[in-house]
Every structure is written in structure tokens, then in C-alpha cells.
């Protein structure tokens, strides 16, 4: 079993920046990557941003270039670095864990970006 707990989400403005923070325990062994999914009201949910345990990434491409996400091994911890936020970037953003065959979800982080 992996335990994810988000942080850093709340209000901001438009232009403006957030950081996200996920800290994982329990059986953080077998975490092959890490992610953040977000889902806005009435949409599905969908990748942002994911990192494996060697540090490749990838992006949606709505956020690159605005949003970075890293990895700290030796803390189980995964960030999410994001700038420029818009309004559509507002939604609840979920931290993932990879740990096959299961998939472990923290409880999410409501970030709401006004205009």
C-alpha cells in the first residue's frame, strides 16, 4: 500500500503561480513513476504531468512550458511547479503513484485560478 497527501493548492489570479507537493509513504519501494491528474467540474480527468523513477517526464500539452514537475527520491516526494496558471487550469489536482499492478491516488487539492 502507498499513502499519497497533497498540498499547496488554493486561489490565485491569473499570471499567477502555485506549487503542489505530494508526499508518499508506505511501500514507496515499489513506485516505478509518479504523476498529477486534474479534473475540472464536468470533464474527465487527465494527465498533467507524469515523471518516472529515472526523471524522464512528460506534459499535457495545455500546460507545458508553464507547469514543471520533480521528483525527490530520498524524500518520496513529487512537486508540481506551476505558472502562468489561467482559468482553465482551475480543478482538483490529484497526485498518482504507480506501483504496478496497482495505482494509488491521494485524496486531491482543489486549485482554483480566477480572472
Known amino acids: 500500500q502507498v499513502r499519497l497527501v497533497e498540498s499547496g493548492g488554493g486561489l490565485v489570479q491569473a499570471g499567477g503561480f502555485l506549487r503542489l507537493s505530494c508526499a508518499a509513504s508506505?511501500?514507496?519501494?515499489?513506485?516505478?513513476?509518479m504523476a498529477w491528474y486534474r479534473e475540472a467540474p464536468e470533464k474527465a480527468r487527465e494527465l498533467v504531468a507524469r515523471?518516472?523513477?529515472?526523471?524522464?517526464?512528460n506534459y499535457a500539452d495545455s500546460v507545458k512550458g508553464r507547469f514543471t514537475i520533480s521528483r525527490d527520491t530520498a524524500k518520496s516526494t513529487v512537486a508540481l511547479q506551476m505558472n502562468s496558471l489561467k482559468p482553465e487550469d482551475t480543478a482538483v489536482y490529484y497526485c498518482?503513484?504507480?506501483?504496478?499492478?496497482?495505482?494509488?491516488w491521494g485524496q486531491g487539492t482543489q486549485v482554483t485560478v480566477s480572472s
Open positions: 498518482s503513484a504507480d506501483s504496478p499492478p496497482y495505482n494509488f
Open positions: 508506505g511501500s514507496i519501494y515499489s513506485i516505478n513513476a
Open positions: 515523471i518516472t523513477s529515472a526523471g524522464s517526464t
